[in-house]
Structure formats: C-alpha cells, structure tokens
C-alpha cells in the first residue's frame, strides 16, 4: 500500500512539474513565465543539494515537510501533493521575491493543486489549521482551499481560485485594502481584526 500511495504521489508530482513548461496563450504571458520558471529552479535543484533553499519550489506531502516550505527559511512557491491537516495554528512568514530573484518583487505562493501538462488543475487539495497567519508580503493562495480562519498581517494578500472555510481578517486598513480576490470564495466575513 505504501508503494502504490508513493508512486500516485510520484505521478502527480510529475504531472504538476510537467504541467509547469506547457505553452498558453499570449494573454498568459507572465503566468506562463512564472511556470517555466517554476521548472527550471525545480530542476536545478534536483542536480543540487546545496542549493539556495529560497530560490527553489517545495513540493510537499506531509505536515513537517510544509511547516519548513512556509517559514521564514522555506521557499516562494510551496505546492501540496495531498491534504493536509494540523492541529497548531501556522504562520506564512519571511520576504521572498518572485522566482526567487532578488530583482523581482516580494512574491508567496500557496499552491495545494496539481496540473497536467496543459496546466489544466487535476486535482485541488485542502489545507486544515485553525488558523494562518500571513506575514509574507504579496502572498498568494491558488487553487485549493484552506479549513480555517486567516489573518493577515501584510500587504498584498491574494485569493485566487480557491477556497477559504472561514474567516479572512486583516490587521489594519492598508492590508484589507491592498487585498485580492480573483474568482476566489471566502465562506465567512472579511473584515478588520478587532
């Protein structure tokens, strides 16, 4: 049974890293690059053990491994190959930029999906906490959803595509106003922290 659960794993993480070269349209130029990017720095750090952990993706399957990708030493991109449950609040925190280069901007990513090689998602996967508290600047949830409320305490925080079963709040004004909702669903209030 292990196995089988290792090779499904291995499956949609090949799929996900696959899906991550495909071609778009020309309207999706900068989600495209971003994807090739993705790519290449998994690769890269395949062939490097040493490799700067903040300048490469996390695929993730198990709770520990996720805490480390989402903490102030993890990495930009942090995607999931399953559900994921935790009994503690988590904490999304550190400055990372954009493909991990220090001339782009500050850019997060939470990314709890899978895609083919047409970067259609295959499979939407569910992050459970009691709570998340955003302090990584321009942090993006996509394409999944997350059982919880989430706090934010950074500018810049997106929804896109995905799902929130609970609460969103923000610790002042400028945050709540510098938030995104791209064909995202938050189930409960957003609003200001009280």
């Known amino acids: 049974m292990k196995i089988k659960a290792l090779l499904i794993s291995l499956v949609l ?6 899906g991550c070269g495909a071609d778009e349209p020309a309207e999706d130029a900068d989600s495209q690059t971003e994807e090739n990017q993705d790519q290449e720095e998994q690769d890269e750090s395949k062939g490097e053990e040493d490799a700067d952990a903040t300048t490469t993706a996390s695929i993730v399957s198990d709770e520990e491994a996720f805490k480390e990708a989402i903490s102030a030493d993890g990495t930009w991109i942090i995607a999931t190959l399953n559900d994921l449950t935790f009994e ?3 904490v999304l925190e550190g400055e990372f930029h954009n493909k991990g280069d220090s001339e782009q901007e500050l850019y997060r990513k939470l990314a709890p999906y899978t895609q083919d090689e047409d970067r259609n998602i ?3 996967y569910t992050i459970t906490a009691p709570k998340l508290t955003v302090k990584s600047p321009n942090a ?4 999944g959803t997350f059982v919880g409320d989430i706090y934010v305490e950074a500018n810049g925080f997106t929804l896109s595509d995905a799902k ?3 609460n969103v709040y923000f610790a002042n004004e400028e945050y709540k106003e510098s938030f995104v909702q791209e064909e995202g669903e938050v189930t409960g209030e957003t609003s200001l922290q009280e």
């Open 140 to 143: 993006k949830l996509q394409g």
């Open 88 to 90: 503690e609040d988590l």
């Open 122 to 124: 295959t499979e939407r």
């Open 13 to 18: 993480a090949v799929a996900l890293l696959a």
């Open 164 to 166: 929130v079963e609970g």
